[in-house]
């Protein structure tokens, strides 16, 4: 298998001209397409429609050149895209496709997984079921990635439901119980279960400890490699696991780290450093050229504070604290890789290290010395 | 003469227990105050009100602990605040000292020199008389400082006055003419202006070049160390000259450098190195203490376009350009320094190259090896 | 001819089973559909793409129950969306049909006639060229309508294209000039040119006057029926007129009122009484149920003032004065109607008297006494 | 017993001019003044620092000319303060004052008691021991006031205490529990728990109901004359009672009235015409003149619907939901006063039927035929 990783700007999210004008030039073959990660414009909060609205532009559009129906193309590719491109960020989207191919060389490849679970009503949402319906998935991802060891995941990005304030009402309605009636909320609740249910699923966090009990409470709990959003537009969990696998050829790697504060950099030098990039501050144009994609996620310390010192992201009522830390762990990134079209996730909820995150990113080899 | 740098943590802005408590102690003289300089908890535009909260509340404490009323503190001492903290930052505020004392050493000290324009109305706002008068203002506080060279002014912190819609209308109901009847496009007007006032008044911008023409539009013109900031609390241009001077001694040195966009690392490292610290991609805790003072000012690039991506902080409805740009460019330095305590501040016109900005920074020569 | 009016809730911009399930069970026919006319999530500003995504929506599915393609539909059918349901607003759509029929009954039915201007380029906004087309569009659209009178005329609904910094900085560098070069600020700019193009195509506004030079500038000119969006999913002016002709018939009707400030009740209660409600404070349910469409633009008053009062709208760096002023009109009209499905849109420059705004109303006759 | 309502604008939280002026001139004896409430500029949640810098800038005036120190103030007059001025709304604060004079005529007069609960901890907010030391403050309130009976009760309005990250971390390290680690939401608790605490205080709510069980979770119970809101600046409840007293004299009166929703006209007409002003939909402006000030509390109903449509407050990550509401009622009662100088304040938990209100009018009597 060959996985290719192809990222496109996106001017706006009913204009995916990128990934048109690839398929038209032979670049892209729709029929490879295993799943489709990105940024948009929106607010990355329950209100943010720019997600959904990316999902139909790219389902129409593989839909067209697939001979697919909309609905067919959605059940088979995860589009999983997170809103907010605060600060120097630039709406993207990265499109991973997957190919027969013959296996070069004896190194492990780049290698994709993908798969759904049953659909969640918002009474499921931080609860046991998510959590466990998500452990599966993941390793049933892994499995058809053959990816043999959990230390050959190093990212697992899901993006999972939220659900507006009629949702929740009307799951009261039928005599549910739900985590929050507070929507926003309810997307915390979310990605939290859904980070134990990867951690679990990888074997990161002990089965018995990943209960809904431990839900945004149990903060020691965490993966170093889920990210996980939270949208309208989906009813699932969707869940893509990237690796290494010697099933899989190819010029690409991965490699992750956690980040233990907003502003580790000691996680993001060294891992440049074993890719084969250079000791310097910010990556020279051509280093930069080597970074295929990369995943960041992040979010406001729940202490108050950063290296000692106060902030103020969660007193924050016109702002929210997603809208400032991918604004700021974002720029971060940026400065060392030299590019800003990178996914960067709030909401860390049990990803990564409590007031930290994780990084994530895919190069090309060939350009390593 | 002796300038001290002293910098407090503000948990609210009216709360100015930090500096309650150091003149209660007796590490500030509170007669010895010469300007104070920070950063509040508000979105930094016309309806930030902690600014001028933060001036009451500083023009009280130095009231009653000088003997002076709160007005005449005020005449004598210019408090500058910048709203917005976005991402990592911390509300801060640094109080300038200047006291009589033995000359030590041979080295040029740090040199504070502090004043005042007259009052601006609406219709002076990023015309003739505000570049000119904010030009010999310059020149006046490098003088009182005892600065000789130009090349020894490494930061020029303006403060001028910002109009509500009321000002306005008032204004042209007086018959004038305004720059603009948008209240936050006039703020961008008298940054604009004032930073041409400090280039003109530095001999950085020729003064046949420094004039009304040029302001908002020839942005070829700038100076490398003016930073200006507008708030509804002043009413003429408070203007403080930081930089080095014979006349002056102590152990503190002040250096700067200009960014040519939003992630130019190139900019901070080698002034950190000419500044005596280390090749690390962050400042060791050890290093970090050394740094009194950081003043960074940025803004989003007008042209769209960050190192050849788009960004979105010029479209956005929801978060003022500001808001981004701090956030974005304030965790860069921060996570250069490992410390948030910084000056970040938004609306760069004609202050540090186009699209990118400048930084300024005050640190301890004695911990240099 | 008969009109058809058709309003639909609208739970997400990416959900339009009300009027599939219309569609479905025969209640429209979508070969009928001449317009859709609505309110989405979005803030309404340069970033709102919530009007871009319920028009691909609306396209497809018109699209896949016509057999016409997506972009026939919307060279043919105006889908003209203004973002921002404030308070108690919802989200909705309407749908306006036109078939023919037998005339019924000697009275003037509702009609509406539809046209497009050629597209327009950034340098095009807020100059005459978008004045001129816009009211030979009005013209054109009234004739096709067969209104005979401007009189007649009680609703033009103009959507107009907004532009982003990219757009904007392509222009400029094509040496093109720009009104402006904040994207924002464009669209005002655009909305007070087709505002003035409408005025001058109905007559209420002499043509030696409908010039460039007035736009934004000379308030005094304005039409009272003119209603304009702006929004980055359009490029040329969408225009459609609805008034009354003899050669319509049906139960529908329109009246329009002008409002001279944001709480003009007086403007409003006259007209609720022409069309034959009751003097009532609040329309009861029953009355409620004949109203089929309303129509309102509304604005922050450039003077600072209401009624002798300080208002803070201009001077809000957190929330759009347009988020503001259609947040209270619309909750005004909606406590009259008992009513929340309203088309509220602010930026109501030229459009109606300055610093108020207008209404315009489609109720059903037959429930009248 | 004398009462005085002074309304005054607010151009700035620092510019209490109006207040000064009439003290100057002998119109307020600022001896007398009881407590003061108003609207500021800001945005009414956690980060809202207007509110206690017009307190600060309040007590250096009373304390200037009295004689007391402005902590003394502060221990003497509630400073009650609502951030938020959306929409129409006008910025401004209200002077409560009493003095001793010679009752005159029969009927009861405007009486104002004023007391203080003991302070509190993040760990109180929202539980048992705020509802009864608020109840004991306003049955105490009401004898200070000699109102003597619970149906002569028409406003209580009380500011409680708001508590950043910082101060709940604080309280977590040392051992306590708090209701939620969420500063905003926290506020949602304490209002709540101060509504059952004035409704138990009253006897609207059973003292066995009155319990913090009920707290955001038994919305049948409420109080229908408890406004309560919070802020950072206040340690305590600071409670106000204002109803009827025939142990105080005057001209002015006070009414109150339910609100069922948000749209609920029937609950203010009805109240102005008891108070005998005349039927129309809009007061005349010489009727407003009467009205001395104007109390609402309103909330976006937590089903997501206003008579049977979606409204969309509750799922915004842009704007918070009370900026929402208080923009939407105020302009509607704005609309029925003339007057946009009144007092809205969001977050009605508990107060006020559930997912409307409660408003509460203060008027002159002469002036009624």
Request: charged share 20%; hydrophobic share 40%; with cysteine.
């Amino acid at each position: 298998m060959l996985a290719g990783v192809h990222r496109f700007s996106l001017p706006d999210p009913g204009n995916v001209s990128g990934l048109a004008g690839a398929i038209k030039d032979g670049r892209v073959d729709p029929n490879t397409i295993v799943a489709v990660i990105g940024k948009t414009h929106g607010n990355g909060l329950v209100n943010d429609y720019t997600r959904g609205y990316l999902a139909q532009s790219l389902a129409f559009l593989i839909a067209e050149t697939t001979g697919l129906s909309p609905d067919a193309v959605r059940q088979r590719v995860p589009f999983i895209f997170s809103g907010g491109v605060e600060g120097v960020l630039c709406p993207h989207y990265t499109v991973f496709t997957a190919s027969r191919s013959e296996k070069t060389g004896p190194s492990k490849g780049l290698a994709v997984g993908v798969t759904f679970t049953p659909d969640f009503e918002p009474e499921d949402i931080g609860r046991q079921r998510q959590i466990d319906l998500t452990a599966a998935a993941v390793r049933q991802a892994m499995a058809s990635a053959k990816i043999s060891a959990v230390e050959d995941v190093h990212f697992v990005q899901v993006k999972g439901p939220a659900f507006t304030q009629t949702d929740i009402v009307a799951s009261l309605a039928r005599g549910e119980t739900v985590a929050t009636d507070n929507p926003g909320k309810l997307m915390a609740y979310g990605r939290a279960a859904s980070a134990l249910g990867v951690g679990k699923g990888l074997g990161e966090i002990p089965a018995e400890k990943a209960v809904a009990d431990a839900v945004l409470r149990d903060f020691n709990l965490f993966s170093n490699v889920a990210s996980i959003s939270a949208g309208v537009e989906v009813r699932c969990n969707e869940v893509v696991v990237i690796g290494l696998s010697q099933a899989w050829g190819g010029d690409l790697t991965i490699s992750h780290a956690p980040m233990a504060d907003a502003l580790d950099l000691s996680a993001v030098h060294p891992m440049l450093r074993s890719l084969g990039f250079s000791e310097a501050h910010q990556l020279a144009a051509g280093e930069s050229e080597r970074v295929k994609a990369c995943f960041v996620k992040c979010e406001a310390s729940r202490s108050g504070v950063i290296r000692g010192r106060p902030h103020t992201m969660l007193n924050d009522g016109d702002m929210d604290q997603q809208r400032h830390i991918r604004g700021a762990v974002g720029a971060i990134v940026a400065s060392i890789l030299g590019d800003t079209a990178l996914f960067v996730s709030g909401g860390a909820e049990h990803q990564g290290p409590d007031g930290g995150g994780l990084v994530s990113l895919i190069v090309e080899q060939s350009g390593a010395v």
